[in-house]
């Protein structure tokens, strides 16, 4: 691409963004975002543009040549329930509402890459943008497969990549095998018989039984898992019916797990029934306990994430590709794509001066945008050759 069209495509991509970032939508709220996706898309030229896909999913298909294979990119388009503390001029304009992990620019970054793709082509077969809802439910993915992407809009691999924070702007991070984590939900509830603060022997209360709870849920994961699995047990809430000089008769005790294999995951139930079975018992209440599984975890296919790290030393400079990235211990609902088909997901740097993802300070940065926007156009380019 000429130097002139770089920055035009820059210019662009940076307006999307910041017009998406004043105006965040909740997942399979994103009326006005995917109405935007859509419109752009056309304006582009893509073949086909189809809305609705699983709500407010968007799919546009573009095909070059004669090549039969398809290549599916995808990017996530909600945003979160935080209010956003900005001093900039795109401040989120939907109070409680702000796209603090980025969907925005992963959404300005893709609409880039189609229009690049729909003016330069350079790839011999069909590519579908997936642009997806309700990616921080853990839904959207679901959504979209159960509405038939699969079948309607068929692909062989699928490529997506997030901002990271920390990481320079520039540099790229991925890695083969597991990337991110699958993450389960937990309550569990103890019940036993309230009353006076000041006669516990004349119930059975719970607060006790359920601070022994808290500290023997630390033991699934130091005593009773491999060290050799990495695994997460945190507990987030402790909510008792209990007042100042009652004591609860009722408890709940909430979390959440992390773990990277479903043999893992359906060890860590299994220890935390018995747990808290046993510790309730103890403590001569009862327990029962709610084990819910939301995200499963994304495993990256060896092949395609070669062709990611390939691709992505076309755009990235020497020494800013990562092929051996960490593992993180947080959940994408990306990993729902690879259920069905092999694919790749990526880190792209977000700057070292970057606030957290999900802070109410973190804002993208648009000088990522066109790293993101050629990696998408140089996966699609290597995955697709023309003869
Ligand atoms: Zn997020
Ligand atoms: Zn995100």
């Known amino acids: 691409m000429a130097a002139l069209d770089q920055k035009t495509l820059i210019a662009e991509m940076t307006a999307w963004r910041r017009d998406l970032h004043a105006h965040p939508e909740f997942g399979f709220e994103e009326k006005r975002t995917s109405a935007f996706v859509a419109r752009k898309l056309r304006e582009f030229g893509i073949d086909e543009v189809v809305e609705g896909i699983g709500g407010t999913g968007v799919v546009g298909t573009l095909r070059r040549g004669t090549g039969n294979r398809a290549i599916a990119l995808r990017a996530d388009m909600d945003a979160l329930r935080i209010t956003e503390q900005a001093s900039h001029g795109h401040a989120s304009q939907n109070p409680g509402v702000m796209h603090a992990c980025g969907h925005d620019g992963h959404t300005a970054m893709l609409l880039g890459a189609a229009k690049l793709l729909a003016g330069d082509g350079g790839f011999d ?33 699928i490529f997506g990549l997030h901002n990271m924070p920390g990481l320079p702007v520039g540099h790229f991070e991925t890695r083969p095998g597991p990337i991110m984590s699958a993450e389960d939900n937990f309550e569990i509830v103890l019940r036993g018989l309230g009353g006076h603060a000041a006669r516990p022997h004349g119930g059975r ?183």
């Open 205 to 387: 209360e719970v607060l006790v039984a359920a601070c022994a709870l808290v500290a023997n849920l630390q033991t699934i994961v130091s005593r009773r898992l491999s060290p050799a699995d990495i695994s997460v047990v945190s507990v987030t809430e402790l909510i008792t019916d209990g007042t100042r000089n009652a004591l609860p008769g009722f408890a709940r005790v909430l979390g959440d797990a992390r773990s990277f294999r479903p043999e893992v995951s359906a060890e860590i139930e299994r220890q935390m029934r018995i747990i808290a079975e046993g510790t309730a018992l103890t403590y001569n209440c009862s327990a029962e306990v709610a084990y819910t599984r939301e995200f499963v975890p994304l495993i990256n296919d060896a092949d395609a994430t070669e062709a990611a790290i390939a691709a992505a030393r076309t755009v990235f400079e020497t020494g800013a590709v990562n092929g051996h990235g960490e593992i993180v211990t947080a959940s994408e609902d990306f990993a729902r794509f690879l259920d069905h088909v092999p694919g790749c997901f990526v880190c792209i740097g977000n700057g070292e001066g970057s606030a957290p993802l999900h802070n109410p300070s973190f804002d993208f940065n648009d000088d990522a945008l066109i790293h993101g926007a050629r990696f998408h156009a140089a996966i699609v380019r290597q995955r697709l050759p023309q003869a």
């Open 125 to 157: 077969g069909t590519v579908r943008f997936v642009f997806q809802p309700a990616e921080e439910w853990g839904k959207g993915a679901l959504a979209m497969l159960d509405d038939g992407l699969m079948s309607r809009f068929p692909f062989d691999e």
